[in-house]
């Protein structure tokens, strides 16, 4: 479909503009071809980053189930970070993806030097913050009948393994300033190869230095948490060496620390983005983290369980969260070119296809649920369980996708207050209540207490859809200088 004089609208003729139905929500080949040109790389490398997250969770499983237990631990503490760092960035990106539309490539290298910034701030606060709670973060997951002689091995190989993955922090933190950069402008390649190095990497050392292979020292869950290290560092050098070495294919970086400056009016207008997000991140982290809490009351075999489960339910859920992301890039590229038609049209599509794509996704989950614990050298039960929480995290799956893609759609129009709102808020006002009442003042088993929380995201749906139907996320945020 074409619309005539589509940048000359303003907002409000734009929002009445009607769709044809049809069209609102499926696409001819040329607008399948280019969703897929930006997805499909990031599909590759986060599909084979969790399967190599999945190979590394059943080595450090053929340890045993309190050092698996140790590692699930921590990396979720960790994950906070991580998600703290990737929605501080967003903020930026939300302008760095307009920018792109736009054709202002100095807008775009200043959000980037905003992200320098923001990732270097939120890394020393965790260095910090890890350093000094570490021990007692750790102590908050160990269920209080657990015996003590299981509570100090798991406590001791937790610590150990936070020691090292720390080093991790900075390497990630600025592989994420460029490589969020890059995919912003749509060249996702570059850190598709990165990742894809970095995991080969990770795999090789996690066999040497877990296990003591070819004369390696046998480390355990160090030497898995030092091959996590080594590969982020790698994958850094890729992303910025490659970057800078090919500035016409990458034009931004040319020029980009001729200054660390950020124009104040710029510098304002991120920073009213960044920290929704990042309280959103934190927040949302948070209460993953606290939902794990609440399931750990039931016992390590929960806990054993659950990490089983999301590091299997990750490889699947690549497809639906990276259609996700290419929502925002893709939407916030026809914002910043004041196409706000087509962004309509291209949030709506998006969402079908994600929908879809996610029925025939949690089809094959369910299928393998019976098969993949098996591979993990646990008690049978432990194994049970997972297989059960695979089967209901993939029904719920639809559910995630069509609350995914509103995300990222009130995202790229900067309405990152609402997406506060509504995903931090709505884990702490629904989901972590419902499951803190079931596991302490019930005796419903885990496995109905897991599906009566993933079912709160049908509240999510209805909330989602009416926001994004209404319109309030199609804005161009960067038709005015902010470089002054």
């Known amino acids: 479909m074409r619309v005539e004089n589509e940048m000359k609208m303003t907002r409000e003729e734009a929002l009445a503009y009607k769709i044809p139905r049809k069209e609102a929500w499926f696409g001819d080949k040329d607008f399948y071809i280019k969703v897929l040109s930006v997805t499909l790389p990031m599909i590759a490398q986060n599909t084979l980053t969790n399967v190599v997250g999945l190979l590394d969770n059943v080595m450090v499983g053929r340890i045993g189930t309190y050092p698996m237990s140790a590692v699930s631990i921590v990396n979720n503490l960790v994950l906070i970070f991580y998600l703290c760092i990737w929605g501080a960035l967003a903020g930026a990106g939300i302008y760095g993806t307009q920018f792109f539309g736009k054709g202002d490539l100095e807008g775009v290298r200043s959000t980037m030097r905003m992200k320098l910034w923001t990732a270097a701030i939120i890394t020393g606060t965790a260095f910090i913050l890890f350093t000094v709670l570490g021990e007692t973060l750790i102590g908050s997951y160990i269920a209080a009948d657990t015996t003590p002689e299981a509570a100090a091995l798991t406590m001791r190989h937790a610590k150990d393994y936070l020691r090292i993955i720390m080093v991790s922090f900075i390497p990630f ?188 996704v949690a089809g094959l989950m369910i299928a393998v649920s019976p098969i993949v614990p098996h591979i993990y050298n646990t008690e049978p039960e432990i194994r049970a369980l997972a297989t059960t929480f695979l089967i209901i995290y993939a029904a719920c799956m639809p559910i995630e996708a069509y609350t995914n893609a509103a995300y990222f759609t009130l995202r790229s129009g900067g309405k990152t207050l609402i997406t506060f709102l509504f995903d931090a808020c709505f884990v702490w006002l629904f989901s972590v209540p419902t499951a803190f009442i079931l596991t302490r003042f019930t005796d419903l088993h885990i496995t109905g207490v897991l599906t009566c929380v993933l079912l709160m995201g049908i509240i999510k749906c209805l909330v989602g859809h009416v926001m994004v139907s209404r319109g309030m996320w199609v804005n161009n945020i960067v038709a005015d200088n902010l470089l002054e």
């Open 173 to 360: 933190g600025l592989c994420q300033v460029y490589s969020g950069t890059l995919r912003e402008s749509g060249k996702t390649r570059l850190p598709m190869l990165a990742g894809m190095t970095a995991m080969v990497v990770n795999f090789i050392f996690n066999l040497l230095l877990i296990f003591g292979y070819l004369g390696f020292p046998r480390l355990g869950v160090v030497g898995a948490a030092l091959a996590t290290a080594l590969s982020r560092f790698v994958e850094l050098f890729i992303v910025v060496f490659f970057t800078h070495r090919n500035k016409q294919r990458y034009p931004f970086a040319e020029g980009l620390y001729r200054t660390l400056l950020v124009p104040s009016k710029l510098a304002g207008k991120t920073l009213a983005k960044i920290l929704p997000l990042l309280g959103n991140e934190f927040l949302w982290s948070a209460g993953q983290a606290m939902l794990l809490q609440c399931f750990s009351v039931r016992g390590l075999n929960v806990v054993a369980a659950m990490n089983i489960t999301h590091t299997i339910q990750n490889v699947f859920m690549e497809v639906f969260l990276s259609m996700g992301y290419a929502v925002g890039v893709l939407c916030g590229q026809e914002l910043g070119a004041n196409r706000l038609v087509t962004a309509r049209m291209t949030s709506s599509r998006m969402t079908m296809f994600s929908v879809l794509s996610s029925v025939g």
